[in-house]
């Protein structure tokens, strides 16, 4: 069976130090992937997919990046965090385009 | 692109009545329209799901509707339960896209 792997679950970093979130997808080939943030009470805000290795597309200009070095592994990065980066970080995947995604555990960043 | 849009923002119901939730899309060729719930400081999951060509589809106490005329589906819960209070969100994405558009999610109650 398919699992994904997001980590670390919670997150406090200071202001303008680098960030880095790991998500791995198990047990499929070629998946997917997504990055989604969100704000305390809001919903969720698509910041970058990737079809394949090396593709990544970015929904929302900002100061975050990503990368997927490997099939299933995608990661989000930034240079320096801004306070409003806070948030509840989700990575999903889904086998194909138009079908259900499905997500991790997500990480709770904090910018302090 | 798409912009989905959901109603209400939160919803309280008490325990047996029947809730509904519901959402618009702006872009005629999105096809696939999942729900998800997400409990709170979880990850969101999958709880039912329609394909344009279908007008309604039940699983248990769950159901979702859609008018693709009008370009609007519905969620609708009966006799709910305490344990149907969560975060619910549409989606739309389309055979041409590879990413989801979520609403803004409903924060659904449920007093005993």
């Known amino acids: 069976s398919q699992t994904i792997h997001q980590w670390p679950a919670t997150l406090v970093q200071p202001v303008g130090s680098p960030l880095s979130l790991e998500c791995t997808v198990e047990?499929?080939?070629?998946?997917?992937l997504y990055w989604y943030r969100q704000a305390a009470g809001r919903g969720l805000q698509l910041l970058f997919y990737?079809?394949?290795?090396?593709?990544i597309s970015s929904e929302v200009p900002q100061n975050l990046s990503a990368s997927r070095p490997q099939d299933r592994q995608f990661i989000l990065s930034s240079k320096k965090l801004l306070l409003s980066d806070s948030g509840f970080y989700l990575c999903?995947?889904?086998?194909?385009?138009?079908?259900?995604?499905?997500f991790g555990q997500g990480t709770r960043l904090t910018v302090v | 692109g798409e912009n989905v849009e959901q109603h209400p923002s939160t919803l309280s119901v008490q325990e047996g009545d029947s809730a509904v939730i519901k959402c618009t899309y702006s872009?005629?060729?999105?096809?696939?329209f999942p729900w998800y719930k997400q409990e709170l400081g979880k990850r969101p999951q999958l709880i039912i799901d329609?394909?344009?060509?279908?007008g309604e589809k039940k699983d248990q106490r769950i159901a979702v509707t859609l008018n693709k005329t009008a370009k609007h589906f519905s969620l609708h819960i009966t006799e709910t339960q305490p344990e149907d209070s969560a975060v619910y969100f549409c989606?739309?994405?389309?055979?041409?896209?590879?990413?989801?558009?979520f609403g803004t999610g409903t924060s659904l109650t449920v007093i005993p």
């Open positions: 999903a995947w889904s086998p194909f385009t138009n079908t259900e995604a499905f």
């Open positions: 047990g499929t080939s070629n998946p997917n």
């Open positions: 990737s079809v394949g290795i090396g593709q």
């Open positions: 872009d005629s060729a999105s096809n696939y």
């Open positions: 329609i394909r344009s060509n279908v």
């Open positions: 989606a739309a994405s389309k055979d041409t896209g590879n990413q989801f558009y």
